[in-house]
């Protein structure tokens, strides 16, 4: 098989869709169904099952679709490698950024680059949801997060930077008035809250109880940052963010309020298998030290 050929049937194997994989590789239907039949011909065997309502793999297909999958893996890497070196480069860090501030991070990646040249520096925004799963799947090699992180499988690096926190609200809101907020005022009001992330995490970033004693109430599940704010700029929920949102989000439907109670949050980096290109940044910020916003 080419290359392609691969990807069209490791493609249709995950999406189990003709026009949806057509889709995602920019190719047409007919392509799509062109190169399957030739690798069933190939084959002397069906790799799917095909009806007018659902597509699935054949047995084959899964044996098939198992073998393939290292090895189209190692064809990328093989290709990325080559490419690297093509550009006098031995690698590449990738950094993915929960927070959205990497531009007020610009003398650190400056840094590393200005020590490390032969390895490329690419940042990337994550989103907040299953946040440590692009550790684990391979998508990134160091992760920007809020702290504590308490994996037993990650390793938690220096502090990047700091950041006081704000109580973002609608400028409709009673709140909005005020010229600071308070953590026992967040008892009174609903907050978001995200799917699948660890509880001691989500409760680094607000906890679920005021230092008084009182309930802090998570309510409408968000999954990035304009869906939160939406809610925020409509009056269903207010919610604590770190400053930098005001910068980076800054919007005439929300008001941002200074905390004159809350600690800042600090925000580190976190990996799981170490490189050489993850103990330069890692160092590197060390020697600038913590950024405090």
Known sequence: ME???IEIFLTLAEELHFGRTAERLHITHAR????????????????FYRT?????LTPIGEQLRDDLRPVYRELHESMRRARLAAKGKAGVLRVGMIPGNAHDLRDHWQAFRAQYPQWELRIRHVPFIDPFAV???GTVDVLVTWLPVEEPDLTVGPVLFTDPRVLAVSVDHELATRPAASIEMLADFQHSDAPQVPGYWADGFLPSHTPGGNRIVRGPLVTHMEELLSLVSFGE???ALPAHSARYWNRPDIAWLPFADFEPLAYGLVWRAENAA???LAQTVRDLGPLHL
Do not use: P, Y
């Not at 399957?36 to 190939?42: G, L």
């Not at 007018?52 to 699935?56: D, H, I, K, N, P």
């Open 237 to 239: 929920v207010v919610n």
């Open 32 to 47: 799509v169904s062109q190169v399957i039949k030739k690798q069933e011909r190939t084959i002397g065997a069906d790799l």
């Open 278 to 280: 993850i103990r330069v």
């Open 3 to 5: 290359l392609l050929d």
């Open 52 to 56: 007018s309502r659902s597509v699935r």
């Open 135 to 137: 550790l684990r799947d």
